[in-house]
């Protein structure tokens, strides 16, 4: 059985390896890029609607916490969009700099986006919600980005 963390994390990984792809096909030709990029903004909104509409919503349910982490984790969610979107936008203007530079300042945000969510709030959410590991991470995979 996958643990909440273990599940979210693997996840991570997963998003963080299309992110490397795209970066080097972006480097290599923009024109390339546009694939994988739409590919991993997907995935990245995957991954977000996962931790949202399930993960957070049980665990703010459960703690009672709803302006705590979850908070800053959507508001980072946010952020993460709005750099995606210009990934996108400087994909169509065929704007490397653009895109190379939006990319890197995504990438910065994502790592330590990531470390937070792992060193602390998938831990909190495995000790409050591990009965309901299971259900939450099934619910988390039927999930379907809208």
């Known amino acids: 059985m996958n643990s909440?963390?273990?599940?979210?994390?693997?996840?991570?990984?997963?998003c963080d390896e299309i992110f490397?792809?795209?970066?080097?096909?972006a480097n290599a030709n923009l024109e390339d890029a546009k694939e994988i990029t739409?590919?991993?903004?997907?995935?990245?909104?995957?991954?977000?609607q996962m931790e949202e509409k399930v993960m957070f919503a049980e665990f703010e349910q459960?703690?009672?916490?709803?302006?705590?982490p979850?908070?800053?984790m959507?508001?980072?969610?946010?952020?993460?969009?709005?750099?995606?979107?210009?990934l996108l936008s400087s994909l169509e203007e065929g704007n490397k700099d653009k895109f190379m530079?939006?990319?890197?300042?995504?990438?910065?945000?994502?790592?330590?986006?990531?470390m937070k969510e792992e060193q602390m709030l998938y831990p909190m959410a495995q000790q409050h919600l591990s009965a309901e590991a299971e259900r939450i991470v099934d619910m988390m995979q039927s999930i379907v980005v809208e």
Request: hydrophobic share 35%; charged share 25%; proline share 0%.
């Open 74 to 86: 959507r508001h980072e969610h946010e952020q993460m969009r709005g750099l995606m979107a210009q």
């Open 38 to 48: 739409q590919e991993f903004v997907t995935d990245m909104e995957h991954h977000f």
């Open 70 to 72: 979850t908070a800053m």
């Open 101 to 114: 530079g939006t990319s890197e300042t995504l990438m910065i945000l994502l790592q330590q986006h990531n």
């Open 62 to 68: 459960k703690t009672g916490m709803t302006q705590g």
């Open 4 to 14: 909440i963390k273990d599940f979210l994390t693997q996840d991570h990984r997963r």
């Open 20 to 25: 490397a792809l795209m970066e080097e096909k």
